[in-house]
């Protein structure tokens, strides 16, 4: 890849991993309906960006405190108040999002780019980033190799699940974990207001061509990774954003397909 | 007879309202139980507590040591994004052991015989989605069944199923409990079939209503009251219970299933 300018190298090799990532916790997040939780989490990051910023600790590290705080605090608030939980969803994320931007406002000594945190910034991805990725991605792959049924039985039925045997609520929570992880990483790369579409899209427009659940995963993997060629090609040569091209490219994808019956 | 769970006091509630009151049961091997009572009666939170899927408030559920439990949720929603055939959900239902990484299409003859008998075989190649409620409900036991268990829990399973299909399924359950010699606990909220091959029938509203045989139990004014089925025919039967009327709290119960 010696023609490529280094930065596209990091990037493109940054925004493949992250696709290979959301793919596999993209596809639960559609079959649990799940998607406004993980655009709450998105949302949150920023805040913890804010907070890391303030107490002058790793963005990384309090993105994924702040981001399993929040799931915890939508757990413990589904269970104490008696509002839907889309409506919960909906105040946690726009009020974290809120309180981020103001933090952020409040810091005059610090030199930040709130678009980039919120629309991403994929030049800015570091060796070390991509480390980071890699150690994820390989977390994610234990993870799914051995709770892939598991998984399956908890999106079937999370009561038929428990009966049989399976750890519900622990496995859960390693999948929150996992998210939380995967939007601290690519907040880089698409920000916090795209990253729920990274997790998302490629899975819908997947279930155009997928009779089971594997080849679902499958194209999504694949479609992640077309849509991230895509949009940093497309970024280059019309010198467009790169975070939402990557997203443009995906929705290009998601409706080509649209036209095509899914199989079953 | 071998005992293969057992319920001692138990109490829930939630908040402020108290939903089971000081309800005690055996399920032995080889015995059908069935829990009736009207909507609100408890009948799921009980069951919830049963597979310990909750904690009581107070009281305890003791389960023999390693107990296989098959269980057939009331109802189940799987989203349309789930590409997934029938096969493959009974497939998951297995233990890990007897499958693959992802799915083995490796059937044992037990997995063919649960199939012919519950006659949903053609059915397998078929969406989860595209079945009917009927078909579901003998999909869903054939997935509890194959988990070869010691215990079957059965949470309505005949919702959706035709008069029919309601006979022959009851049928199929009498007939397992005797070849495999199962437990089975079953909840209801009609009778007509359900009462016939049960042990013993507990009727539930907050609190145990009377318990027995289907016959003594159709006989008690506490039954009659809930259920009021024929009530006009039988004689009023004293049946020994707790310090509870069902009559005076749960008289209003009487518009339900009245004939």
């Known amino acids: 890849m010696a023609w490529m300018p280094e930065f596209l190298v990091l990037a493109l090799l940054g925004g493949l991993g992250i696709a290979l990532i959301a793919a596999p916790l993209g596809v639960f997040m559609v079959w649990q309906r799940q998607s406004y939780f993980g655009a709450t989490l998105a949302h949150s990051a920023l805040l913890g960006v804010s907070l890391g910023l303030f107490w002058n600790i790793d963005l990384s590290l309090s993105v994924i405190a702040l981001s399993l705080l929040i799931a915890f605090g939508i757990h413990q608030l ?26 952020l406002s409040l810091q005059n000594n610090v030199q930040i780019d709130i678009m980039s945190y919120l629309f991403g910034d994929i030049l800015s991805i570091t060796p070390t980033d991509l480390l980071l990725i890699a150690a994820v991605g390989l977390i994610t792959l234990l993870f799914y190799l051995k ?8 999106t079937l039925n999370r009561e038929l699940a428990q009966v049989e045997g399976i750890a519900v609520k622990r496995i859960q929570l390693q999948y929150v974990l996992l998210l939380a992880l995967m939007i601290a990483l690519s907040m880089k790369i698409v920000g916090v207001l795209l990253v729920t579409s990274l997790l998302i899209i490629p899975a819908a427009a997947a279930r155009r061509l997928a009779t089971t659940p594997q080849t679902m995963l499958f194209f999504s993997l694949i479609l992640g ?40 | 007879m071998s005992l293969l ?27 059908i139980v069935t829990l009736i ?12 507590i049963l597979l310990k899927l909750i904690e009581p408030t107070a009281g305890s559920v003791t389960q023999k040591t390693n107990l296989k439990i098959g269980y057939m949720p009331q109802k189940i929603h799987i989203d349309p994004t789930l590409p997934m055939t029938v096969e493959y959900f009974l497939d998951l239902g297995q233990p890990r052991s007897q499958s693959g990484l992802f799915f083995s299409a490796h059937h044992t003859i037990e997995t063919h015989a649960v199939v012919e008998e519950l006659n949903i075989g053609h059915l397998l190649k078929q969406p989860i989605q595209n079945v009917s409620g009927g078909e579901m409900q003998r999909v869903l036991l054939a997935r509890a069944l194959l988990r070869d268990p010691e215990l079957l829990v059965l949470d309505e399973p005949v919702q959706g199923v035709d008069l029919q299909g309601q006979t022959e399924l ?11 010699h199962l437990g089975i606990l079953m909840v209801s909220h009609d009778l007509h079939i359900v009462m016939k091959n049960t042990d013993q029938v507990l009727c539930l509203n907050q609190h145990l ?24 025919e039988l004689a009023i039967y004293e049946h020994h219970h707790n310090e509870h009327t069902c009559e005076a709290t749960h008289g209003h119960h009487n518009h339900l299933h009245t004939p």
């Open chain 1, 78 to 103: 589904a269970r104490k108040t008696q509002l839907s939980s889309d409506t919960l969803l909906g105040i946690l994320a726009h009020s974290s999002l809120a309180l981020g931007l103001v933090l």
């Open chain 1, 147 to 154: 709770h892939w049924r598991d998984l399956l039985n908890i």
């Open chain 1, 225 to 264: 990774v077309v849509s991230v060629i895509g949009g940093l090609a497309a970024s280059f040569v019309w010198d467009i954003p790169t975070g939402p091209a990557i997203v443009l490219a995906a929705t290009l994808i998601f409706l080509m397909l649209l036209n095509k019956k899914a199989p079953n």
């Open chain 2, 5 to 31: 769970l057992k319920a001692d006091r138990i109490y829930h509630s939630f908040a402020q309202t108290e939903v089971l009151h000081n309800i005690s049961l055996q399920i032995h091997a080889g015995e």
């Open chain 2, 37 to 48: 009572g009207p909507n609100g009666a408890g009948k799921s939170t009980l069951l919830k």
């Open chain 2, 170 to 180: 009851y049928h199929y359950i009498n007939e397992l409990r005797h070849r495999r």
């Open chain 2, 209 to 232: 209503c009377c318990s027995g045989t289907p016959q003594s139990v159709s006989q008690t004014p506490e039954f009659i009251a809930i259920f009021g089925q024929g009530a006009e």
